[in-house]
């Protein structure tokens, strides 16, 4: 069964970097979504991309800092996040989309999550 496994989380100074990394345990040509979750906040999409890396999606609150992107042959999904601000902080995951709806980068339309990477961006 595919497994997804997140990496690359930590401590960040506001206006920092950080680069996420979504391993797949098996080839998968599906798109992969980011999401995060804060302290008492809903899982939210943070950004989106095709099987093909040709389709991104990002969240408004991440446009123009935020860059994701895929190489398949490595089946990993990466998430670039520069300048980073504290409402940044949150629990990073990847997932899997399993309906033709992905593109919303909506959770209902994702399955096979990852177990998730801490980010925290404070002086």
């Known amino acids: 069964q595919l497994q997804l496994v997140e990496s690359g989380g930590g401590l960040a100074q506001p206006g920092g970097s950080l680069r996420l990394s979504c391993a797949a345990s098996?080839?998968?040509?599906?798109?992969i979504g980011w999401f995060r979750q804060a302290p008492g906040k809903e899982r939210e999409g943070v950004s989106c991309?095709?099987?093909?890396?040709?389709?991104?999606k990002y969240a408004d609150s991440v446009k123009g800092r935020f860059t994701i992107s895929r190489d398949n042959a490595k089946n990993t999904v990466y998430l670039q996040m520069n300048s980073l601000k504290p409402e940044d902080t949150a629990v990073y995951y990847c997932?899997?989309?399993?309906?033709?709806?992905?593109?919303?980068?909506?959770?209902?339309?994702?399955?096979?999550w990852g177990q998730g990477t801490q980010v925290t961006v404070s002086s």
């Open positions: 997932a899997v989309g399993h309906r033709s709806s992905w593109f919303r980068c909506s959770r209902p339309d994702f399955g096979v």
């Open positions: 098996g080839f998968t040509s599906d798109p």
């Open positions: 991309i095709s099987s093909s890396g040709g389709l991104t």
